[in-house]
Structure formats: C-alpha cells, structure tokens
C-alpha cells in the first residue's frame, strides 16, 4: 500500500459571514479524515452503538447548540468511531444548519434513519433499529409509565392520624406489654429519676 500525503493549503481567508464554530470544524476535520482512511481502504461498517452516538449528538445540537462548542462534546468527537463521526456529519449535513435549531425535524431525520436500518442484513442492528423505534415518543411500546399521587394534609389530620394509629396499637397490645411511663409528680423536672439504691 502506497503511502498517504497530505498538503494543507494555507493562507486561505476565512468567511467572514457564516464562520463555523469550534465543533463544526472538529466535526469536519474528523469526519475528513474517516472518509480518507475509507478511500484509502479502511473498512468501518456501522453498529447500532454508532448510531446512538450520532443520534445523541444530534440531538444535544438541536437541543442547545451552542453547549457543543464547550470543551466536553468536542473532545468527545475525538472518541468516536470513524463510522460513529461519519454518521453525525451525514445526519446534521442532511438538512444543514435548519436541523441544528429544530428539534422536531431532527426527530423525524433520526426516526426515518432508524427505519432504514429495519432493512439492514445483520440482524443485530435490525433488531436495535426496531428496539429504538419501540422506544420513540409517539410509539411508546417500551416506554415505563409511573404515577406519583401526592396527598396534601394538614398538621391537624397529620396529627389526628398518628393518634388513631397509636390507638389502634394500644388496642391490639396485651396489657402484660404495657409498661406506664407516666412521670411521678415529686419528680424533677428534667425527666430523669435517681435511683436511692446507689
């Protein structure tokens, strides 16, 4: 195999209009140089693992675009996969920089994605395409529903509750049990009695 040189041109004026912020350039950098190693013959297929990245970072760039030029996202560019990288610059290539500030357009990008892979051959990324699909918002087939009632009471109901409880226990309790804990009235005040035995 032959080996690879690259020459970068230099010199060449930034847009003023339309400048890409700090993660679009390490989104094209590296997804540039995944395409060169694929030319070049480096064979990556995608996993379904690939595509949840993509289509977490998508989502974080419709959400709130700006929170991908913090140091964290961009560094986490450089932890993708080639296919992963790949994959994220088709998905916010697809519809440019709309997708970026809408999210419902993303969503509905992401899930015709996922129908796509339906028809993958390895069964394992068909059956990951069909379980994130299970999982869309709008289908709701794996999706874990939980209710929280919260009962407001007042102090008084509070109160008038622990005193039927501790009744109720007072009921049920043999007498043998009960111990009267009743203060003697030639005792002090601060509740403790001295034994004269001592």
């Given amino acids: 195999m032959n080996p690879i040189y690259l020459t970068p041109e230099v010199n060449i004026p930034m847009p003023e209009n339309d400048t890409p912020d700090e993660f679009s350039i390490t989104l094209n950098a590296a997804a540039a140089t995944a395409k060169l190693l694929a030319d070049a013959g480096l064979n990556f297929t995608p996993t379904g693992a690939d595509l949840d990245v993509a289509a977490a970072t998508v989502r974080q760039a419709a959400r709130n675009p700006a929170k991908l ?47 796509q892979e339906t028809d993958n051959p390895d069964p394992r990324i068909r059956l990951r395409a069909l379980e994130l699909l299970g999982k869309v918002g709008d289908v709701g ?57 001592e």
């Fill in 69 to 115: 030029n913090n140091l964290a996202p961009i560094r986490g560019l450089m932890k993708q996969t080639p296919a992963a990288l790949l994959l994220t610059k088709e998905l916010l290539d697809d519809f440019g920089h709309q997708v970026v500030e809408d999210a419902a357009h993303i969503r509905h990008l992401v899930t015709n994605k996922l129908v």
């Fill in 141 to 197: 087939l794996f999706s874990e529903k939980r209710e929280v009632t919260v009962t407001h009471q007042t102090t008084d109901d509070v109160k008038e509750r622990l005193r039927s409880k501790l009744q109720h226990l007072l009921e049920k309790a043999p007498e043998a049990d009960m111990l009267d804990i009743t203060p003697d009235e030639d005792e002090e005040d601060d509740g403790f009695k001295e034994d004269d035995d």
